[in-house]
């Protein structure tokens, strides 16, 4: 049975900086294309990144880009995103997802609040 977990959330200052962690079971973490999404009070959820499951490329949204990184430790079967110069507008919860042919597998999320 597949399944992420994520953990990591939490309240932080705006420009401050968290990482969040998905860990995988069932399969190895790079069986699965991955990705972090996000979803505001109000808002659809949104993606911000993603890591290809064969060579591991990656891309950002615009929102994202330059503050936020994915990344992947195959030894502990987790993604990763860092998140550095936090804003009020990242408040939300964050999803990992992994995709596998034509199946997607979602975590139950974390919140992260950025306030001061």
């Known amino acids: 049975q597949v399944q992420f977990v994520e953990s990591g959330g939490g309240l932080v200052q705006p420009g401050g900086s968290l990482r969040l962690s998905c860990t995988a079971s069932g399969f190895p973490v790079d069986y699965y294309a991955m990705g972090w999404f996000r979803q505001a009070p109000g808002k659809e959820r949104e993606g911000l990144s993603c890591?290809?499951?064969?060579?591991?490329?990656?891309d950002y949204a615009d929102s994202v880009k330059g503050r936020f990184t994915i990344s992947r430790e195959n030894a502990k079967n987790t993604l990763y995103l860092t998140m550095n110069a936090l804003k009020a507008e990242d408040t939300g919860v964050y999803f990992c997802?992994?995709?596998?042919?034509?199946?997607?597998?979602w975590g139950q999320g974390t919140q992260v609040t950025v306030s001061s």
């Open positions: 997802k992994g995709t596998r042919l034509t199946s997607d597998y």
């Open positions: 890591i290809s499951s064969s060579d591991g490329v990656t």
